[in-house]
């Protein structure tokens, strides 16, 4: 079973409908993650899962790990290889993958906006 390094937890696949067995430990890593996340954020990574459709390609692309680019293609092999054997409805397939990567990109943009913290400091004026 693969594991995902900055969590340390087991990924496993599935050729059923039904999906993979995910263990408890592997559920727990990720809840007690995303509890660290302020509500503005949980949004923001909401809405990155449900453009990518996948929780592990998300965080891999809010953690800074993959590009938006990258994340969007596998998020899309299907769909790249039917591109690849059938071929590209040039302003549909490429509005789709222009879209997905404004909106991914976006909502990771959100999220890091929504994460950070930045203080200022003022500096007193000495006369």
């Given at each position: 079973t693969p594991r995902v390094?900055?969590?340390n937890v087991a990924i496993g696949s599935s050729t059923s409908i039904t999906g993979p067995n995910i263990p408890a430990s592997t559920k727990d890593t990720f809840i007690s993650h995303l509890a660290s996340y302020n509500m503005w954020a949980l949004q923001g990574i909401e809405y990155v899962i449900?453009?990518?459709?996948?929780?592990?390609?998300?965080?891999g692309l809010i953690d800074r790990h993959i590009t938006v680019e990258k994340a969007v293609l596998l998020s899309r092999l299907e769909e790249e290889y039917q591109i690849q054997r059938w071929g590209s409805v040039e302003w549909a397939h490429?509005?789709?993958?222009?879209?997905l990567r404004a909106r991914a990109a976006a909502?990771?943009?959100?999220?890091?906006?929504?994460s950070e913290s930045?203080?200022?400091k003022h500096k007193l004026?000495?006369?």
């Open positions: 390094p900055r969590y449900t453009q990518l459709k996948s929780l592990i390609l998300s965080m490429d509005y789709d993958l222009c879209e909502g990771t943009l959100f999220v890091h906006l929504c930045s203080t200022v004026l000495q006369d």
